[in-house]
């Protein structure tokens, strides 16, 4: 079946610095990936999603491009704030095969931003 | 609009007792989803609904879990008996047909005692 995999944390970096965080994925239809992003206390809300092979979603200074070929769907941010800390979860749908685009949640992984 | 909304926020409970949690979804959305939420197995799809019918409760974990949709704006998810390993933060997620995103409430945080 269809699984989402991410690199597990916590990943602890500085302010201003570089953020990645690597998600596979497998599928056998063409899903919609995501990434949500949940703050302390709070929901999971959606931070940005891509479609279709080679779409860039993007919000908040946050990216990440549907790579069909490597199966990938890594999020990056070129400089990151203390109000980044959250935990990051990666997301995809298939509604080929799941009615209501159903999702398909990978682990999550929690960044902690130090000033 | 409020956006989802759950209550109670927090409930501790002892072990035996019934606990009924509750969701309002987003006026309008078709799908509402119940999540349970742990630090050892991360995020899981409990059931899902599609006006109002359950569509998928395959990640209920036993019968001692029910959930119901008496109409488009209320939920419930209810344990008897509860058990400490019920332990969790459970979500209510709702969603419109057309849209990609879904939308979650702030969550219950359980502790069953």
């Known amino acids: 079946g269809d699984s989402v995999t991410q690199m597990e944390g916590p990943v602890t970096l500085s302010e201003e610095a570089f953020l990645t965080i690597n998600c596979t994925y497998t599928?056998?239809?063409?899903?919609?990936l995501f990434w949500y992003v949940q703050y302390p206390g709070e929901g999971l809300q959606l931070l940005l999603k891509?479609?279709?092979?080679?779409d860039k979603g993007s919000n908040k200074g946050f990216e990440a491009t549907y790579r069909k070929e490597t199966t990938s769907f890594h999020l990056e941010k070129g400089s990151v704030q203390v109000s980044d800390s959250a935990v990051y979860f990666c997301a995809l749908s298939d509604p080929i095969k799941a009615a209501g685009n159903k999702l398909t949640f990978g682990g999550g992984t929690r960044v902690l931003v130090k000033p | 609009d409020a956006g989802v909304i759950q209550s109670p926020r927090h409930e501790v409970t002892e072990m035996g007792q019934e606990v009924t949690l509750r969701c309002k979804p987003i006026?309008?959305?078709?799908?509402l989803f119940w999540y349970r939420q742990t630090m050892m197995r991360g995020l899981e799809l409990l059931i899902y609904f599609n006006n109002n019918v359950p569509i998928d409760d395959s990640g209920m974990p036993e019968d001692r879990f029910s959930a119901k949709m008496p109409n488009a704006s209320f939920s419930t998810l209810k344990i008897q008996p509860s058990e400490p390993r019920d332990s969790a933060v459970y979500f209510c997620a709702s969603q419109t047909a057309l849209s990609y995103e879904q939308y979650f409430g702030p969550g219950t945080r359980l502790t069953v005692t």
């Open positions: 599928a056998t239809g063409y899903p919609s």
């Open positions: 006026s309008g959305h078709d799908y």
């Open positions: 891509a479609t279709k092979a080679d």
